[in-house]
């Protein structure tokens, strides 16, 4: 099977025959229910999630900024579980606009992050460490400098087009928590002034170890769009890689429905 790098320098039939096994067979129908549950619980959340940023504001006598076409905050370093990452990849393979934008706009957007040096890799660090040690003051400082500087590198999320977001009934529940009641021209990443981000968001996403083949071992936040890509490119032995999930991929590829694709594409091509 040919395979696609992350600059798009090969075929994408990796990419095709992981769509179309994604949700074949006892497991890949597990997964499809999981992720149609999943967007249901992440459109309750967003809804959840505004109510309250409504009330934050109402409390304050403020008003929100955020309008649609600003683009700002899609400058973020966004983490999301594994589980909305499924999601969002189940949404891209029944939106073929998104997930054609998606892979468009992925290889020059990665290639921008290795060249300002994949800041990205010190916000996910340290995030993981307060996951993993609990929350402290020196940490917090430290996250908070680390997103800082990966806004200021002025680059824009793939999953923007014309500063609409492709996949906003299902984006990362980071996303839609994150709100400000200043001017939005202070949202500018190359604004000196900073604007006050607030955040609604619980426990019980960031926390949340629910998944489709076994209970997971921890939980699991990442950078966004680099684990939907790795989910859309590397599919199962990717997902593999999570702890609680390593015979994810040998059982699903010993699926005699899956088998019988895997045959039957490899015969075709």
Same mark, same amino acid.
């Given at each position: 099977?040919?395979?696609?790098?992350?600059?798009?320098?090969?075929?994408?039939?990796?990419?095709?025959?992981?769509?179309?096994?994604?949700?074949?067979g006892?497991i890949?129908?597990?997964?499809?229910?999981?992720?149609?549950?999943?967007?249901?619980?992440?459109?309750?959340?967003?809804?959840?999630?505004?109510?309250?940023?409504i009330?934050?504001?109402?409390?304050?006598?403020?008003?929100?900024?955020?309008?649609?076409?600003?683009?700002?905050?899609?400058?973020?370093?966004?983490?999301?579980?594994?589980?909305? /990452?499924?999601?969002?990849?189940?949404?891209? *393979?029944?939106?073929?606009?998104?997930?054609?934008?998606?892979?468009?706009?992925?290889?020059?957007?990665?290639?921008?992050?290795?060249?300002?040096?994949?800041?990205?890799?010190?916000?996910?660090?340290?995030?993981?460490?307060?996951?993993?040690?609990?929350?402290n003051? %020196?940490? !917090?400082?430290?996250?908070?400098?680390?997103?800082?500087?990966y806004?200021?590198?002025n680059?824009?999320?793939?999953?923007?087009?014309?500063d609409? /977001?492709?996949?906003?009934?299902?984006?990362?529940?980071? /996303?839609?928590?994150?709100?400000?009641?200043?001017?939005?021209?202070?949202?500018?990443?190359?604004? %000196?002034?900073? %604007?006050?981000?607030? #955040?609604?968001?619980?426990?019980?996403v960031?926390?949340? #170890?629910?998944?489709?083949?076994?209970?997971?071992?921890?939980?699991?936040?990442m950078?966004?769009?680099?684990a939907? *890509?790795?989910?859309?490119?590397?599919?199962?032995?990717?997902?593999?890689?999570?702890?609680?999930?390593?015979?994810? !991929? *040998?059982?699903?590829?010993?699926? %005699? !429905?899956?088998?019988?694709?895997?045959?039957?594409?490899?015969?075709?091509?």
């Amino acid at each position: 099977m040919n395979n696609m790098d992350e600059n798009g320098n090969k075929g994408i039939d990796r990419f095709k025959l992981n769509r179309e096994i994604a949700y074949k067979g006892r497991i890949g129908r597990l997964r499809e229910r999981f992720c149609i549950e999943q967007i249901k619980y992440i459109n309750a959340c967003h809804r959840q999630s505004a109510l309250e940023q409504i009330e934050y504001a109402k409390a304050r006598g403020e008003t929100i900024s955020c309008q649609k076409g600003c683009s700002f905050c899609c400058h973020f370093y966004v983490e999301a579980s594994l589980q909305e /990452c499924e999601a969002i990849v189940y949404y891209l *393979y029944h939106n073929e606009k998104a997930l054609h934008t998606f892979l468009g706009k992925y290889p020059q957007w990665r290639a921008k992050l290795r060249e300002k040096g994949d800041l990205f890799r010190r916000c996910e660090q340290i995030f993981c460490e307060m996951l993993a040690f609990g929350s402290n003051k %020196p940490r !917090e400082q430290a996250f908070e400098e680390a997103i800082r500087h990966y806004r200021q590198q002025n680059i824009s999320c793939p999953f923007l087009d014309n500063d609409l /977001c492709v996949i906003y009934e299902v984006r990362p529940y980071t /996303c839609a928590g994150l709100f400000v009641t200043t001017p939005p021209e202070l949202c500018n990443p190359l604004n %000196p002034n900073e %604007p006050k981000f607030n #955040l609604t968001i619980t426990d019980e996403v960031m926390f949340d #170890l629910s998944f489709y083949y076994k209970r997971l071992n921890q939980p699991n936040l990442m950078f966004m769009p680099v684990a939907v *890509y790795e989910i859309l490119e590397k599919s199962l032995s990717y997902l593999s890689r999570f702890s609680g999930l390593e015979s994810l !991929e *040998y059982e699903v590829l010993n699926d %005699p !429905e899956v088998k019988e694709i895997i045959k039957s594409y490899n015969v075709s091509r």
